[in-house]
């Protein structure tokens, strides 16, 4: 990409080609529940619904804010007297012995 036209030629496309992108990842189906609990799943549907978007980009979002969230430090509060710090992996993946793919 000499002189960053491949860039240059992304930020010129008109804003119809944006809108017809968006209307495409939209109607494109995603499967939610063949890799979340269906509460989540539901979620992310409603969501995504409720901002007029495909619910993959709420999907990597919502990974994207979670992992920035577990650099700071965060913790869960599994009860009172115990806080523990999350694996991002083990979040999405669930724990070691629960067969991941």
């Not at 495909?54 to 979002?61: A, E, H, I, T």
Request: hydrophobic share 40%; aromatic share 6%; with cysteine.
């Amino acid at each position: 990409m000499p002189g960053g036209r491949s860039s240059s030629k992304l930020h010129s496309q008109p804003d119809e080609t944006w809108s017809q992108l968006q209307k495409r990842l939209i109607d494109m189906p995603l499967n939610l529940t063949e890799f979340l609990s269906a509460e989540v799943a539901e979620f992310i549907e409603m969501k995504s619904a409720a901002a007029h978007t495909c619910p993959g980009y709420v999907l990597v979002s919502l990974v994207a804010v979670t992992a920035f969230l577990l650099s700071l430090g965060a913790t869960i509060e599994t009860s009172p007297e115990m806080r523990v710090k999350p694996v991002l992996y083990s979040l999405i993946c669930g724990p070691p012995t629960t067969g991941k793919f």
